[in-house]
């Protein structure tokens, strides 16, 4: 480790790294705007300047900026020399020439980087008197508002949105002291990933459109730490509440997961926490169909009454948390609980699971894929069905230019340098899949083929790789780059609900493993919890289909909207004449409309628990805030109906902590579930964590229309945190973090004060526990080809998922279900070409005894005799994958146009530039 000298200091650092890094790593406050930890450095704000010396006899030395100049052994540097002082301050007082002085009305005030940065260095006074250059804001959508006269020019939006996350439609426009950061036309932005802008930009010139529209000080939130629950990453957020709303969602840094970013459905898909559809009382179904509200105590005794010498089963759900579905479980018997899954999610979630359990290869973190330098992804459009894990796929074909760089003794942090050098050459990534993807522009190979051709096209590359003789090149040309890779990566997953294409993926990593040290597989699975009801149901689940057929006398349903696993029939015959159905849930749906009772159940927002990823890691959410009126988490519900009925063991348990206890002793694969986070005994200093930062404000003025003198605040008894800003927020383990903050640093740049080093783990260790670790016995099995037998003029539907739209809650968000959209036939441009229909024309899709009106997206990749169907949009919840369907031009079809629900010109903006922008 080189040793340099700051100020006199001598420190130890780390080699490879640049004077940023190693002041931060120190302790040392050295501003900056322009470096992030997760893209590097171009040196292009000035701003982390330093005073760098020849020798210890040199007093006066040379300007040089800290993120561009390496380590080197006996360097000496001056962060407080005069020269270097006046430099920052002068960088600072020149950004301000233009920047409007709005401090108290922009949506940043008080989480900005730059106020941080600006009273770091010392400026404060105003000498420029001229004119301030302005601009016009765009429309960027409904996610994201524009500012642009807050911009300080840093370049940090352009190098994430374009560099970083692979869009195409945001940049540096004009030069000089005009450049202008937009799109090159006003409209929505269209990478996934575009919210992270709100954390990236150092100022507020993006800012988070849906939280303006409810807007409160970002010192006013009440945070705590939880898990998003858009998909089954399980990346790790930190929502904010205010006056029982939640207001936003940021990112929370797990270096192991997420890091610094999250996808667009994870950071705005909450709005459904606030939705009027939400249940706030228990209801019972009256003689006319309508319900009657009931308060907990009258809910609870009929329950009881129901049950009581019934035949009771439950039907649980991945997207409840392991703790929910364990209480269920016990409290029908295992002989009577269905995890809630579809019949073929059922046997693709039980494979999976018992991969995970088997495989000989490595399972691994979205860190260590960011390290693989060849990808296969195999039929799974990973944006769509794991966002994070596609952008973490985008980083690691960059591996190529980084080996080249080592070679020419560039550090990896010189972005610039290290992109100019590698121009157009990526680690190779080849995508095998049935439609687009929006990974196929960085793939080097993308090969269209149907479901079941996909299966054998994996057996294919297998023979290929055992040294076999096989006629298909592709096959060979792909076995040939895997073997040559050093770390490579095979990515499958259940979306396209087929076997066969899970098993091919599991033996091409398998028989790579055989030939090298190791070799990762990742499976993307549907839910945030999938893994752990996978795990929970093991062998003794029944099948959805056989609890319909069993004819419950009672029917417990736990946060699963069942129009979206059972066809209309099963349907009908689950909640026919003398089955009473209650239901627990959170938002109006099909399942409670037809239930004889409804439980309102707290949101992830208002409750605790732990879910599942699908590399098998469980972590622990916790409340934000309190349930609004009845509400009461499912596992507090699923507790008093157990007491209530007497149940023997399940009735001896009263706290959160006794179920997680419970559940580890009585199945060993949740071992481990008690320290995926500490539990309610946890205490720093003898103190509890607090939710709301020590500059909260207003916990008087909040109820001062109902009592003037402050209320006392909630107590939790269930988790190590507290309603409240007394506590301390340092030196807990990372899963108890709820926000970050230090002495002279507001923003979520404060983030580095919580690693142990710079773009490393945090000091409190990695949230979470992994549970599955394999046996390496290998889980191949023997493949069983099937091919389906098509009919003439009829195609093979394909599953689409879409990012927004196709998860079951996020899609009651405002803003989501207008990204979302109406659902859609995905069309060829051949088949598109013979049925006579352009992009946006409506088609018949007919599928057995159903038909479906349709509008038409075209793609440019389709697999012969397919076409693609919107996944999880209600008009098409009754298509199968696999079946086939006709199509027929819809000559009635009327197009449609697509309702805008918030723009710049409709939020009560609180937001007004001093600069006299001109609005759009």
Same mark, same amino acid.
């Given at each position: 480790?080189?040793?340099?000298?700051?100020?006199?200091?001598?420190?130890?650092?780390?080699?490879?790294?640049?004077?940023?890094?190693?002041?931060?790593?120190?302790?040392?406050?050295?501003?900056?705007?322009?470096?992030?930890?997760?893209?590097?450095?171009?040196?292009?704000?000035?701003?982390?300047?330093?005073?760098?010396?020849?020798?210890?006899?040199?007093?006066?030395?040379?300007?040089?900026?800290?993120?561009?100049?390496?380590?080197?052994?006996?360097?000496?540097?001056?962060?407080?020399?005069?020269?270097?002082?006046?430099?920052?301050?002068?960088?600072?007082?020149?950004?301000?020439?233009?920047?409007?002085?709005?401090?108290?009305?922009?949506?940043?005030?008080?989480?900005?980087?730059?106020?941080?940065?600006?009273?770091?260095?010392?400026?404060?006074?105003?000498?420029?008197? /001229?004119?301030?250059?302005?601009?016009?804001?765009?429309?960027?959508?409904?996610?994201?508002?524009? %500012?642009?006269?807050?911009?300080?020019?840093?370049?940090?939006?352009?190098?994430?949105? *374009?560099?970083?996350?692979?869009?195409?439609?945001?940049?540096?426009?004009?030069?000089?002291?005009?450049?202008?950061?937009?799109?090159?036309?006003?409209?929505?932005?269209?990478?996934?990933?575009?919210?992270?802008?709100?954390?990236?930009?150092?100022?507020?010139?993006?800012?988070?459109?849906?939280?303006?529209?409810?807007?409160?000080?970002?010192?006013?939130?009440?945070?705590?730490?939880?898990?998003?629950?858009?998909?089954?990453?399980?990346?790790?957020?930190?929502?904010? %509440?205010?006056?029982?709303?939640?207001?936003?969602?940021?990112?929370?840094?797990?270096?192991?997961?997420?890091?610094?970013?999250?996808?667009?459905?994870?950071?705005?898909?909450?709005?459904?926490?606030?939705?009027?559809?939400?249940?706030?009382?228990?209801?019972?179904? *009256?003689?006319?169909?309508?319900?009657?509200?009931?308060?907990?105590?009258?809910?609870?005794?009929?329950?009881?009454?129901?049950?009581?010498?019934?035949?009771?089963?439950?039907?649980?759900?991945?997207?409840?948390?392991?703790?929910?579905?364990?209480?269920?479980?016990?409290?029908?018997?295992?002989?009577?609980?269905?995890?809630?899954?579809?019949?073929?999610?059922?046997?693709?979630?039980?494979?999976?699971?018992?991969?995970?359990?088997?495989?000989?290869?490595?399972?691994?973190?979205?860190?260590?894929?960011?390290?693989? &330098?060849?990808?296969?992804?195999?039929?799974?459009?990973?944006?769509?069905?794991?966002?994070?894990?596609?952008?973490?796929?985008?980083?690691?074909?960059?591996? *190529?230019?980084?080996?080249?760089?080592?070679?020419?003794?560039?550090?990896?942090?010189?972005?610039? #340098?290290?992109?100019?050098?590698?121009?157009?050459?990526?680690?190779?990534?080849?995508?095998?899949?049935?439609?687009?993807?929006?990974?196929?522009?960085?793939?080097?190979?993308?090969?269209?083929?149907?479901? &079941?051709?996909?299966?054998?096209?994996?057996?294919?590359?297998?023979?290929?790789?055992?040294?076999?003789?096989?006629?298909?090149?592709?096959?060979?040309?792909?076995?040939?780059?895997?073997?040559?890779?050093?770390?490579?990566?095979?990515?499958?997953?259940?979306?396209?609900?087929?076997?066969?294409?899970?098993?091919?993926?599991?033996?091409?990593?398998?028989?790579?493993?055989?030939?090298?040290?190791?070799?990762?597989?990742?499976?993307?699975?549907?839910?945030?919890?999938?893994?752990?009801?996978?795990?929970?149901?093991?062998?003794?689940?029944?099948?959805?289909?056989?609890?319909?057929?069993?004819?419950?006398?009672?029917?417990?349903?736990? %946060?699963?909207?069942?129009?979206?696993?059972?066809?209309?029939?099963?349907?009908?015959?689950?909640?026919?004449?003398?089955?009473?159905?209650?239901?627990?849930?959170?938002?109006?749906?099909?399942?409670?409309?037809?239930?004889?009772?409804?439980?309102?159940?707290?949101?992830?927002?208002?409750?605790?628990?732990?879910?599942?990823?699908?590399?098998?890691?469980?972590?622990?959410?916790?409340?934000?805030?309190?349930?609004?009126?009845?509400?009461?988490?499912?596992?507090?519900?699923?507790?008093?109906?157990?007491?209530?009925? /007497?149940?023997?063991?399940?009735?001896?348990?009263?706290?959160?902590?006794?179920?997680?206890?419970?559940?580890?002793?009585?199945?060993?694969?949740?071992?481990?579930?008690?320290?995926?986070?500490?539990?309610?005994?946890?205490?720093?200093?003898?103190?509890?964590?607090?939710?709301?930062?020590?500059?909260?404000?207003?916990?008087?003025?909040?109820?001062?229309?109902?009592?003037?003198?402050?209320?006392?605040?909630?107590?939790?008894?269930? @988790?190590?945190?507290?309603?409240?800003?007394?506590?301390?927020?340092?030196?807990?383990?990372?899963?108890?973090?709820?926000?970050?903050?230090?002495?002279?640093?507001?923003?979520?740049?404060?983030?580095?004060?919580?690693?142990?080093?710079?773009?490393?783990?945090?000091?409190?260790?990695? #949230?979470?526990?992994?549970?599955?670790?394999?046996?390496?016995?290998?889980?191949?099995?023997?493949?069983?080809?099937?091919?389906?037998?098509?009919?003439?003029?009829?195609?093979?539907?394909?599953?689409?998922?879409?990012?927004?739209?196709?998860?079951?809650?996020?899609?009651?968000?405002?803003?989501?279900?207008?990204?979302?959209?109406?659902?859609?036939?995905?069309?060829?441009?051949?088949?598109?070409?013979?049925?006579?229909?352009?992009?946006?024309?409506?088609?018949?899709?007919?599928?057995?005894?159903?038909?479906? @009106?349709?509008?038409?997206?075209?793609?440019?990749?389709?697999?012969?005799?397919?076409?693609?169907?919107?996944?999880?949009?209600?008009?098409?919840?009754?298509?199968?994958?696999?079946?086939?369907?006709?199509?027929?031009?819809? *000559?009635?079809?009327?197009?449609?146009?697509?309702?805008?629900?918030?723009?710049?010109?409709?939020?009560?903006?609180?937001?007004? @530039?001093?600069?006299?922008?001109?609005?759009?």
């Amino acid at each position: 480790m080189p040793t340099i000298f700051i100020d006199g200091q001598e420190l130890q650092v780390n080699d490879g790294e640049n004077i940023l890094e190693a002041c931060l790593n120190a302790g040392m406050d050295l501003p900056y705007f322009c470096w992030h930890p997760a893209m590097g450095s171009i040196g292009s704000c000035r701003q982390c300047a330093l005073v760098q010396y020849q020798n210890e006899d040199d007093t006066r030395g040379r300007i040089i900026m800290g993120c561009m100049t390496p380590v080197t052994e006996g360097a000496r540097f001056s962060l407080n020399a005069e020269n270097a002082t006046e430099f920052r301050e002068a960088v600072v007082e020149s950004l301000m020439l233009n920047h409007p002085h709005d401090c108290p009305v922009c949506a940043e005030g008080g989480e900005c980087h730059l106020q941080d940065m600006t009273v770091m260095v010392g400026h404060r006074d105003r000498r420029y008197t /001229g004119k301030k250059n302005t601009y016009r804001n765009q429309y960027l959508g409904p996610l994201i508002h524009h %500012e642009m006269n807050r911009c300080i020019t840093c370049y940090r939006c352009e190098r994430y949105y *374009k560099d970083y996350a692979g869009g195409t439609d945001l940049g540096a426009q004009a030069s000089h002291d005009h450049l202008y950061f937009g799109r090159h036309e006003e409209g929505l932005l269209e990478s996934e990933f575009s919210g992270n802008l709100v954390e990236v930009c150092p100022t507020g010139v993006f800012t988070d459109k849906p939280f303006l529209k409810q807007y409160s000080r970002k010192w006013d939130l009440q945070s705590a730490p939880s898990i998003c629950t858009g998909c089954a990453v399980g990346c790790n957020i930190a929502p904010g %509440e205010r006056y029982g709303n939640l207001k936003r969602v940021h990112n929370r840094y797990n270096h192991d997961v997420n890091g610094y970013f999250l996808c667009d459905r994870g950071r705005f898909g909450s709005g459904y926490v606030n939705s009027e559809a939400r249940l706030d009382y228990a209801g019972i179904k *009256k003689s006319d169909g309508s319900f009657m509200a009931v308060h907990q105590q009258q809910a609870l005794d009929t329950a009881a009454n129901w049950m009581q010498g019934k035949k009771v089963a439950a039907i649980g759900s991945p997207r409840a948390s392991v703790e929910s579905n364990y209480l269920l479980r016990e409290l029908v018997g295992a002989e009577n609980f269905a995890a809630g899954f579809s019949d073929t999610e059922a046997k693709l979630m039980a494979s999976v699971s018992q991969i995970l359990q088997t495989t000989k290869a490595v399972n691994p973190s979205i860190k260590q894929i960011e390290a693989a &330098d060849a990808i296969l992804v195999f039929g799974e459009d990973v944006t769509n069905t794991a966002p994070r894990v596609a952008l973490a796929l985008r980083q690691s074909v960059r591996n *190529k230019s980084f080996e080249l760089a080592e070679q020419m003794g560039l550090p990896q942090w010189q972005d610039a #340098a290290v992109r100019n050098l590698a121009q157009d050459q990526l680690s190779p990534m080849l995508i095998v899949s049935a439609m687009d993807t929006r990974l196929d522009d960085v793939a080097s190979q993308c090969i269209s083929l149907a479901p &079941d051709q996909i299966a054998e096209f994996g057996v294919a590359i297998v023979e290929a790789m055992a040294g076999e003789p096989t006629s298909n090149t592709q096959a060979n040309e792909i076995a040939q780059i895997l073997q040559c890779a050093k770390n490579p990566l095979v990515i499958s997953g259940t979306s396209m609900q087929h076997w066969g294409i899970i098993n091919s993926a599991v033996a091409i990593a398998e028989s790579l493993c055989g030939k090298k040290s190791s070799c990762m597989l990742s499976l993307c699975v549907p839910e945030s919890n999938s893994i752990g009801s996978a795990l929970l149901a093991g062998d003794m689940s029944q099948p959805l289909s056989h609890l319909v057929e069993s004819a419950p006398e009672v029917l417990l349903v736990m %946060e699963n909207d069942l129009h979206r696993r059972l066809s209309a029939q099963q349907m009908q015959q689950l909640m026919g004449e003398g089955t009473q159905v209650i239901s627990l849930d959170m938002l109006e749906n099909p399942t409670l409309g037809a239930s004889d009772m409804v439980l309102p159940a707290a949101s992830y927002a208002e409750s605790q628990g732990s879910l599942v990823n699908m590399e098998g890691r469980v972590q622990r959410y916790f409340p934000v805030f309190q349930p609004a009126n009845e509400r009461m988490p499912s596992w507090q519900w699923l507790l008093k109906i157990a007491a209530a009925t /007497g149940h023997k063991s399940l009735s001896k348990l009263e706290h959160f902590d006794d179920v997680v206890a419970a559940c580890e002793k009585n199945h060993a694969q949740f071992d481990g579930l008690a320290i995926a986070a500490p539990d309610n005994s946890f205490r720093d200093r003898g103190l509890k964590i607090p939710r709301q930062t020590h500059r909260y404000s207003g916990r008087t003025a909040m109820n001062a229309g109902v009592n003037v003198h402050e209320p006392q605040q909630p107590h939790d008894t269930e @988790s190590p945190l507290a309603y409240s800003m007394e506590g301390l927020n340092r030196d807990q383990p990372a899963s108890l973090t709820p926000y970050v903050w230090s002495p002279g640093w507001n923003s979520n740049q404060s983030l580095q004060k919580f690693q142990s080093e710079v773009d490393g783990p945090l000091k409190g260790g990695t #949230a979470g526990q992994r549970l599955i670790i394999s046996t390496a016995k290998g889980a191949t099995k023997k493949s069983e080809n099937s091919t389906t037998d098509m009919q003439p003029h009829q195609w093979q539907l394909v599953p689409v998922y879409r990012v927004h739209g196709s998860e079951e809650l996020s899609v009651n968000t405002d803003e989501i279900a207008e990204l979302a959209g109406h659902s859609f036939v995905a069309l060829g441009e051949v088949v598109a070409e013979k049925l006579g229909v352009v992009e946006g024309d409506g088609a018949i899709v007919a599928s057995g005894d159903i038909e479906v @009106s349709l509008e038409v997206k075209i793609l440019q990749r389709v697999a012969k005799n397919c076409i693609g169907f919107a996944a999880g949009y209600t008009e098409t919840m009754a298509f199968q994958a696999g079946s086939l369907a006709s199509l027929t031009k819809d *000559k009635k079809w009327q197009r449609r146009e697509p309702q805008l629900i918030a723009s710049d010109k409709t939020i009560p903006d609180p937001m007004i @530039s001093t600069g006299g922008s001109a609005r759009v």
